[in-house]
């Protein structure tokens, strides 16, 4: 993380921060007004006492403790009425108006409590008790920096200072009051600014835990991601090598039976030759339909002992774009038999070991393959390309795709979903691989399925 992204993420937490003290302070604001307003009607029964008592007539000092209650009531109702105007739901909503709307209640009760101990109390009983609670209950309900904090107390106290003097001529109880008031401002001063960073040092800890979290989230995410990526490697590793493995047995076996049951077939065909000539021709059509199916078991055979993974393969120096031209016509053959169309992208490719028969055979099964799964119009592309390892062969269709059952199954000797299949066309295609210690990768979807056959680059 850049020392710029880091300074930009501070500045946007302090933002943040600073959102939430504000928030808090208006809603806090709006909690005082009604508690403010309320507690008035019982300072108002107070002075409705003290007018039957006769002290309005006494001291007029009462008379006018009445007016600044009306006042504290009538702004507090107000204050608290205009709240639902600046209404905010969330931090992020906050304004200037909002801050300015917290600053001014809080300097106005600074200000009458210090019109009050300054000037009316003074008339009553000398005492400042009324600006004390007054400073009190702003440094522990509200949350200002230190410069707002600074200039509501010291405006107020400079107000409450020019009021004594002007109304308390008892020097001894002006100087007690002078005294009292500049340390309750300071108190207060400290109390505020102490509140404040208690609440800014709680934010900040409670957005650093939520930076924390998230990076440590991505952090697993990102560990969980790899292991995920990981097990189904190694799930996919194992399940080729479970395939390559059942293979390498059928070839084995296919190698061991192959000589003894191709000599009596060979022998059975000879004698349904010489049998067939000394038929009538009537009876010719049995023969000839036992010598095809004898034909097609040798085929069978043929391709069993294809898929044999330690069988001698004859690598030599090829080019993979040469071999799909030479077996082109064969291919574009197929594909006007079956109703299909034919697209070849053939790139610049470089030379690679290759048995160039095995290749031939690996592409011409996953032609058909291929134009087998389209119905008729349907288009067949192969195309090469080279990556910075390998020399890749893709032979695409426009089939239904194959499901995912399917999917995991392919390759595997036998398993075949064509009424007439063998099932060994894909298997001697993974056999092929194999020989050349390559890999087979399939994409599949609704559109059609792509076979990406990959060889390294030979050294």
Known sequence: MGVLQLQQITECHENAIEGIMVYDNFNRTRKLAMVLFLLNFVLLFIDYSNRTKGLWNSNDGYFDLFY??????????????????????????????????VILYSFFILCLTAVVSGLIDQEIHGQITVYIMGCIIIAVMFSYNHKVTALLYGL?????MMLLTVSQKDPDIRQGNYINAFSIVVISYFISSLLYKLKQQDLRYKYYLEDLVTE????????????????????????????????????????????????????????????????ESKDREYFDLMIEELDRANTILTEFLSIRGNKPTFLEWHNINDIVTSTLPLI??????????????????????????????????????????????????????????????VVSDEGSGIEQCILE?????????????????????????????????????????????????SN
Do not use: W
Not at 413 to 441: D, M, W
């Open 68 to 101: 600044s209650h009306v006042i504290l009531g009538s702004v507090s109702l107000v204050i608290f009425l205009f709240s639902y105007k600046l209404t905010v739901s969330t931090a992020s909503e906050i304004t200037l108006s909002h801050k300015l709307y």
């Open 409 to 457: 199954k392919l390759g595997t000797p036998f398993f075949t979903t064509k009424e007439q299949g063998t099932g060994l066309g894909l298997a001697v295609c993974y056999g092929i691989v194999l020989h050349h210690n390559g890999r087979i990768s399939i994409e599949t979807s609704s559109q059609g399925s792509a076979f990406y056959v990959y060889f390294k680059l």
């Open 156 to 160: 107020s106290c400079a107000a409450f």
């Open 332 to 393: 574009q053959a197929d594909a006007q038999t079956n109703d299909k169309l034919l697209t070849v992208e053939l790139n610049d490719l470089p030379d690679i070991k290759l048995d160039i028969q095995e290749i031939r055979q690996l592409l011409l099964n996953l032609v058909r393959n291929g134009f087998e799964a389209m119905a008729p119009g349907g288009q067949l592309k192969i195309r090469t390309f080279t990556t910075n390892s390998e020399v890749a062969l």
């Open 216 to 279: 440590r989230t991505k952090e697993l995410q990102t560990v969980n991601d790899l292991l995920s990526q990981e097990i189904l490697e190694r799930k996919r590793s194992e399940m080729e090598m479970l395939k390559l493995d059942r293979l390498n047995m059928i070839g084995e076996m296919a190698a061991s039976i192959s000589h003894e049951v191709r000599n009596p077939m060979t022998t059975v065909k000879g004698f349904l030759q010489l049998l067939r000539k000394k038929q």
